[in-house]
């Protein structure tokens, strides 16, 4: 991402638990919109946000992306159920890098079911959301084996160059990233994961959120496409859009970007 940014700032954010999670912030400029992007299960800040992040970039965007509590290898928080903490705590940690004349979100997964529940509980200042995939609290089952299309989508061509071949694939996959501190503080992560996600959309309260798109992906069957079409519902001015994306191609897609682009600068 060096050579899409004008300046990176690398930042540690407290942790919500114990230690500190990790940011970083791409481009920033006084005065320009932010967009804060949170990622998802077993990923980390980096990953796999290129595409993304070169899009916001150059449309005018000034970026920060951190390590979700339990994600990064130089992270030391540990994900526990107020995972959404992180949310604000890495705004405040913004607060003294940069200025932002507007506040947008992009969540994918874990990080846009975390992003929701935050933004619908505190006012922490997002203009609008953007959340990719929204997770579904159910066990995976076969339908999983759909994210091995992932790796054949055009979205995802510029991972092996960042991650390798193995660190392309999909990340609810045990042999990925075993350092991270998710991994290795629970022998069932999958279904830790899927507590947390349970317990996040019990505490989200739509009516206190911000404009909220909801891109979905047409083959992602990991994403809870009926939960996101309800709350698109309950919140006001929000919207579902489908996409020719799997859950895990969402993470690098640039139809996704643009469309979150289009979304934030419409007045």
């Known amino acids: 991402m ?71 290898k130089d992270s030391t928080d540990i994900l526990a159920e107020n995972a959404a903490a992180s949310i604000e705590n890495a705004i405040n940690a913004l607060h003294g890098l940069t200025f932002w004349s507007k506040l947008f979100g992009i969540g994918q997964s874990l990080g846009g079911s975390l992003l929701l529940e935050a933004a619908s509980q505190k006012n922490l200042g997002f203009k609008k959301l953007s959340i990719w995939g929204l997770p579904s609290d159910r066990t995976p089952d076969f339908r999983v084996l759909t994210e091995f299309v992932s790796p054949f989508l055009i979205s995802t061509w510029s991972l092996p160059s960042y991650y390798g071949i193995w660190g392309s694939l999909p990340a609810l996959f045990h042999f990925k990233r075993s350092e991270f501190p998710i991994r290795s503080n629970q022998s069932h992560y999958i279904e830790y994961v899927l507590d947390l996600i349970k317990n996040s959309r019990q505490k989200m309260v739509p009516k206190g959120c911000a404009p909220t798109q909801f891109i979905h992906g047409a083959i992602d069957f990991i994403a809870d496409m009926e939960f996101a079409e309800t709350l698109s519902i309950q919140i006001q001015n929000s919207h579902v859009k489908t996409i020719f994306e799997s859950h895990f191609s969402l993470l690098c897609s640039e139809n996704a970007a643009d469309l979150a682009i289009d979304w934030f600068l419409q007045s």
């Open 2 to 72: 060096q050579s899409i940014a004008e300046k990176i700032i690398h930042f540690d954010i407290p942790g919500v638990n114990t230690g500190l999670s990790k940011g970083t912030l791409i481009s920033p400029q006084f005065g320009l919109p932010l967009v804060l992007m949170a990622h998802g299960t077993g990923n980390d800040r980096n990953y796999p946000w290129a595409n993304v992040v070169e899009c916001l970039v150059g449309s005018g965007f000034q970026v920060a992306v951190f390590d979700l509590p339990g994600h990064g």
